[in-house]
DNA sequence: TTAATCTCTATTGACTCGATAGAGATTATA
DNA sequence: TATAATCTCTATCGAGTCAATAGAGATTAA
């Protein structure tokens, strides 16, 4: 399950994904917009920025814009920030490997298999999936598969 | 990430899987042999037998035995009992689906629809490898697909 | 100069996690 | 029938995480 911050994230970033170009956005608006807690949502940003999927710019007529296009902001991009690595397990992770402490060989491991099997299919479908493909589409109906 | 209990409890599985025809193995083995503090694996063991995964019997010659068979028994059979549904939203979750209290349409949050297919793509894969599948194979070569 | 913003860090209460403990219930067997 | 060997159940603990709030600091437009 995702944590409350990375629906909220999710929510914030189609918020600011639907914005007109380049224009900044206040953070007590994507709060309202998102309708997230507005002092929970700064940090979230703040987080967000940090790892390059938001600009902001401070003082008056401040505000935060996506860091880049948004159909190269994926759901995997967002969530691995707010929820960490999307393996089920730190010896699968590509984003945060590590290898288990007891693990006798990792080539054989049924366990790993499995679980890297999983990770494969989970990546795949939420890198695939971005910002652009999922905010308020111009398209017609897109029933999207 | 799945949480110990998980990662206790898929160890101790493949242990039992492994184990001849039907007699039961005693928590104490189990321990031993799967590398899990006893005290802890009793606690899961217990619910793994209330979800049907296990069978048990008490008493001196006691011990705990696959609740079927290892073929019936999915890594997603295991995991949703240790650390709950495979969906990252409790809106798309199948075994604990639950309507996002202010999601204004389901069938066109982009939230949603990315998240299903997320789901989808993990519990094709962790319905599909079981017990039987993962367990040291009775195969030859053991370097299973 | 000042008001409007974002930035950073601390704090809080509730909850979860991993683990340990121990008394209770059941059963095979001597 | 007595007993030892098992599983069963519930409580407890400390550490950590989560969601949220708070407030002082830094920056910038006007």
Not at 35 to 60: C, D
Not at 132 to 139: H, L, V
Request: proline share 3%; charged share 25%.
């Amino acid at each position: 399950m995702l944590s409350q911050k990375g629906r909220y994230a999710l929510h914030a970033l189609l918020v600011l994904a639907a914005q007109k170009n380049g224009e900044p956005m206040m953070i007590a608006d994507i709060a309202e917009k998102a309708r997230v807690p507005r002092k929970f949502l700064e940090q979230i940003l703040l987080e967000l920025r940090k790892r390059g999927i938001l600009r902001s710019q401070r003082g008056r007529q401040g505000g935060y814009m996506l860091g880049r296009s948004a159909k190269e902001i994926s759901f995997a991009d967002i969530i691995r920030v707010t929820d960490g690595p999307l393996a089920l397990s730190p010896c699968v992770s590509v984003t945060a490997y590590q290898r288990c402490e007891d693990c006798e060989d990792e080539a054989t491991c049924a366990i790993r298999k499995a679980l890297l099997a999983a990770r494969d299919a989970t990546a795949a479908v939420l890198e695939t999936q971005t910002l652009a493909g999922a905010s308020s589409t111009p398209r017609r109906t897109r029933r999207g598969a």
